[in-house]
C-alpha cells in the first residue's frame, strides 16, 4: 500500500514503513537468491522505483560484497537520500520511468528488484519486464507486493466492524486503477508477475510477506487507514459517511491499542531455468 503526494511518493511515508517493510520480508527466499548470485558471479543489481533506498538497505548486506547498484526512480531528490552501504562498491542514481529507461536498464543487470511496486503497474508492463529479464538471463526478487487481504484483530469488541469488507473491497478497485503504465494490477499483481515470468521460462518461489501491525506500530496503521479512507470513498462516494465513520472509529481503536491489522503482501523469486 502506498501514500503518495501527487505523483511523488512521499519520503516520511517511506521511512514510516521501512522498519515494517524489512521485518515482513520473506527471508526464506535470500538463500536461494543468494547462492544463485555466488554462482552466477552477479555484481550488477538494478533496483526499480527506489524511493529512498530501503532496498538496497535490507539487500546488500545480505547479498556477496562487490555489488554494482543502479537505481531508478522519477524522483530524483529522494534518490539523493541514498547512501552507499557496505558491500556495495557502486551506486549509479537514475532519474527516469520504470517504462522507458526501467526496462532498458534490465539489458546490463544480473539481478532486478523492487519492492512495493508491482501493484502499481500494468499486466502490459510486466509482460515487457519479464521478456527483458528473459533476454538478460537476470535474476528477480520482487517484495511487498499488495495481495488484497486486510484482516483486522478486534481485542476488544472481538468482532468485526461491519464497514470493514466495504472499505476492503473499495480500496481493492482503486488499486486497480491507471498508476500511469495502464490500469493497475492492484491485487492480482503477484500472481500476475508468477505467470508472466513462468511463461518467459523461470522458475518461481512464491511466499507470503505479509504486514502485522500491532501496538508498536500504531504511526503506520493510522496512516495507512488514512489511506485507505481517501481511496475508498473515491472510488465509493456514495459510501462516503460510512467509510468516513469507520474511519473514526478504526483510528480510536488503533490509539487506544484495541485492534491489530494485517496487511497480505508477496515476496517472488524468479530465475532463470538453468541457473544452478
Known amino acids: 500500500m502506498t501514500q503518495q503526494s501527487g505523483d511523488v511518493f512521499d519520503a516520511n511515508w517511506l521511512s514510516l514503513r521501512e522498519s515494517v517493510d524489512h521485518a515482513s520480508r520473506a527471508r526464506a527466499l535470500l538463500p536461494l537468491l543468494a547462492a544463485a548470485s555466488r554462482a552466477g558471479r552477479w555484481s550488477r543489481i538494478l533496483d526499480l522505483a527506489s524511493g529512498t533506498g530501503s532496498n538496497i538497505r535490507y539487500l546488500a548486506p545480505r547479498l556477496p560484497a562487490g555489488q554494482e547498484w543502479t537505481l531508478i526512480d522519477n524522483d530524483m531528490d529522494l534518490l539523493a537520500r541514498v547512501q552507499m552501504p557496505d558491500r556495495v562498491r557502486t551506486i549509479n542514481r537514475v532519474y527516469g520511468n520504470i517504462a522507458t529507461e526501467g526496462i532498458s536498464a534490465v539489458a546490463e543487470a544480473h539481478l532486478v528488484t523492487c519492492s512495493a511496486l508491482l501493484d502499481l503497474v500494468s499486466e502490459t508492463w510486466m509482460r515487457t519486464l519479464a521478456e527483458a529479464c528473459r533476454s538478460a538471463s537476470c535474476g528477480v526478487l520482487f517484495a511487498l507486493t499488495y495481495d488484497g487481504r486486510i484482516e483486522w484483530e478486534d481485542t476488544d469488541a472481538g468482532v468485526p466492524d461491519p464497514a470493514d ?26 500472481s500476475v508477475a508468477r505467470a508472466c515470468f513462468r511463461e518467459a521460462g523461470y522458475w518461481t518461489w512464491f511466499l507470503p510477506s505479509p504486514w502485522c501491525l500491532g501496538p508498536s506500530d500504531t504511526e503506520l496503521a493510522s496512516a495507512v487507514v488514512d489511506g485507505w479512507q481517501r481511496a475508498a470513498v473515491e472510488e465509493r462516494p456514495d459510501q462516503g459517511h460510512a467509510i468516513n465513520a469507520w474511519a ?28 544452478e
Open 165 to 190: 469488507e466495504v472499505v476492503r473491497l473499495a480500496v481493492n478497485a482503486h488499486q486497480t486503477r491507471n498508476k500511469g503504465l495502464g490500469p493497475a494490477l492492484g491485487p492480482s499483481a503477484g
Open 248 to 275: 473514526i472509529r478504526r483510528q480510536e481503536q488503533l490509539a487506544g491499542h484495541k485492534v491489530g491489522v494485517t496487511v497480505g503482501h508477496v515476496d517472488m523469486l524468479a530465475l532463470p531455468t538453468g541457473t
